[in-house]
Structure formats: C-alpha cells, structure tokens
C-alpha cells in the first residue's frame, strides 16, 4: 500500500473525495427509518435498529469506516456465500454442485422445495448452504470442523475480527423447526453426502456458521478478498481459489439477496449477499470490498438501510456491471 501511494498508482487514487462522497451517502442513508429488527430468533430481536456501520477495503488495501464499525454482529446468512467458497476451493466446484444447483429459487430462502435434479437450488437459499455446509472437512469431529471454518474465516478477513456468538447459536437451535423439516425433506432425496451420519450434527454446523460474528472492519476485508479474486488484499495471501471466487460472486448476483436479487441485479447491478442481522457485503470486482450493517429489515428480509446505501452508491459511481 505504502509503496503504489508514493508511485501514485492506487486503484481509488482521489481517495479522500471518494470518502467524502461515502460519507454523505451514509448520513443520507441514516435518515431511513424503514424496516423492523427480525426477530424469528429472540436473540437477533435484541438488535439495537439504531446501529448503522459502512467499511470500505479496496483491493490495494484503502480503508474507510463510518458509523458503528468495530460492534460485532452475527454474520447470518452472509456465511453462506463464504462456506461455498471455502467448499469449492476444497473440493472444486464441480464436486460441490453434483450437491446442489445454481438456480435462482424464485421461493422463500427457507422454503421446502428441491430443483429438477433433486437439489436445493443454490448454496444461497437455507436448504443449499445446509447441504454446502456439510461437505465442509466431512471427514473431521464437528470441533475440528469448527476450528478450520474459524481459522478460513479469520484468513480471509486478514487476521481481523471473527468470533462467536453462542447465545444466538443456542437460539438458532432451539427455534429451528423449519430447519429440521427441511433437513429430514432432504435426507428421503438423498440430498446429502454419504459422510453424513447425524442430521442434528448437520445442523449445529449450519448454525455454528450462522453465529459466526464479524464486524463491518472485519467483513469489507472479507468482501475485499472476494473483490481480488480470493487473495485477501491485507496479507496477500490467497485464501479461496480463483474459480470459486469468480463462482461465489456469479451466485451472490443471481440469488445473494432473498427474493429482492433479481431487482438488485436490475437497479445495482454488483454481487451481494444479506443477511437476517441487517449485515450486508457488497463487492466490486476488482475494486473493493463493502460491508454494511444495519438491523432493520425490509419485507423480503435484506437491511433497508444497506440497500438504500446500495441504490445511492451507483447514483453516484458508475459501479454497475453493465
Ligand atoms: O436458518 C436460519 O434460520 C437463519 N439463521 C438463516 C440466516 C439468514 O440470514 C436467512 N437466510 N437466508
């Protein structure tokens, strides 16, 4: 970073009017009010609506953060795009999809349905980041399991911030029926690996993934490392492989944001994923990495505050795909 700023060869070389501008969108965006804390698990209804945080990592390692951006906040749903990345970079990207599809649902994220070939549609929806998130080191006890999902988390986020939070794991449990019916609907079409032997292993997987937690710093290294093509822009080591990072972001533009990602697709155009904490990355390829959280959601469950930023974002930059 030191060295291409003395070159003047950054890639967001008038950074700090870049900030400026980001800095106006975020208070703009503060002003929203929409939108109610989810609160399906009791744990997430504690969210304070008032938290409001943006970070900024480009892939040369440029940082900006406004708002509440050091709070931890559980990851959610966000995990998913990470978990199939970290399994396609694993197992190849070939071997995970025989397990699951790339097809946009069209349906609720949890909803109990199956796609032609008889798999969850994408690693997105709940049924398909259940079956990802059981081909995650099959081999290995839940504990060794844990500690590589944590370690792959914390190198890809450069070293900063990933932690745990056990009451919401603990809630996500107890509140799981949907979860449960969709696992056992799964089990008759023989949906997951052979490795699984536990469905109740299974899903205390898929909610220690869930309860993962990061903060906004932490995760726009994240979403940074997916906008560089899986090589984490602070350390410079690659942490996922090139093809699932082009893969993951393909997925996070047709199905990252619920039943609103083809209108995101339409009006921003950028691969996102959301998540139920009102956490939100969003990724410019080859630019940078954003991490948005604020807990207020809107009727089809993505933050109202993230996607106003988002809609504002592309007013005023020419970030869109096309
Ligand atoms: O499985 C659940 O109920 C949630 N914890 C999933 C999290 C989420 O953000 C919704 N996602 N697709």
């Not at 943006?54 to 795009?81: N, W």
């Not at 993934?209 to 903060?215: N, P």
């Not at 822009?233 to 972001?249: F, G, N, Y």
């Amino acid at each position: 970073l030191i060295s291409r700023t003395l070159q003047n060869n950054l890639i967001v070389p008038s950074w700090l009017q870049f900030c400026d501008i980001i800095k106006e969108i975020f208070d703009m965006c503060k002003e929203v009010r929409d939108g109610k804390v989810a609160s399906y698990i009791p744990q997430l209804g504690r969210a304070n609506p008032e938290s409001w945080g943006v970070s900024i990592c480009t892939v040369d390692g440029q940082r900006v953060h406004f708002g509440d951006t050091t709070k931890p906040f559980c990851v959610q749903s966000v995990s998913k795009a990470f978990n199939y990345a970290i399994a396609a970079s694993d197992l190849g990207a070939d071997f995970v999809h025989q397990y699951v599809g790339q097809e946009p649902s069209g349906r609720l994220f949890n909803e109990i349905c199956l796609d032609l070939k008889n798999r969850p549609h994408n690693p997105m929806v709940n049924s398909g980041a259940i079956i990802v998130s059981s081909l995650i080191q099959n081999k290995l006890n839940l504990a060794d399991r844990f500690e590589y999902i944590l370690n792959a988390y914390r190198k890809i986020s450069g070293g900063e911030y990933v932690g745990f939070n056990n009451a919401v794991f603990l809630s996500e449990r107890l509140t799981a029926d949907r979860n449960h019916a969709l696992a056992y609907y799964m089990k008759e079409y023989n949906c997951f690996p052979k490795e699984t032997t536990s469905l109740n292993d299974a899903l205390d997987f898929y909610f220690q993934l869930c309860s993962l937690e990061a903060t906004c710093e932490s995760m726009s290294v994240m979403a940074a490392t997916l906008a560089n093509g899986g090589v984490c822009p602070l350390t410079e080591q690659r942490c996922i492989d090139s093809r699932p990072c082009r893969d993951v972001l393909s997925l996070m533009y047709s199905c990252g944001m619920y039943d609103y990602s083809g209108q995101f697709a339409f009006h921003v155009g950028l691969p996102a994923k959301s998540g139920v904490s009102g956490a939100l990355i969003v990724v410019v390829p080859n630019l940078m990495g954003i991490c948005l959280w604020s807990p207020p959601l809107d009727s089809l469950g993505n933050s109202c505050r993230g996607v106003a930023f988002c809609k504002e974002l592309i007013n005023r930059f020419n970030f869109h795909n096309y």
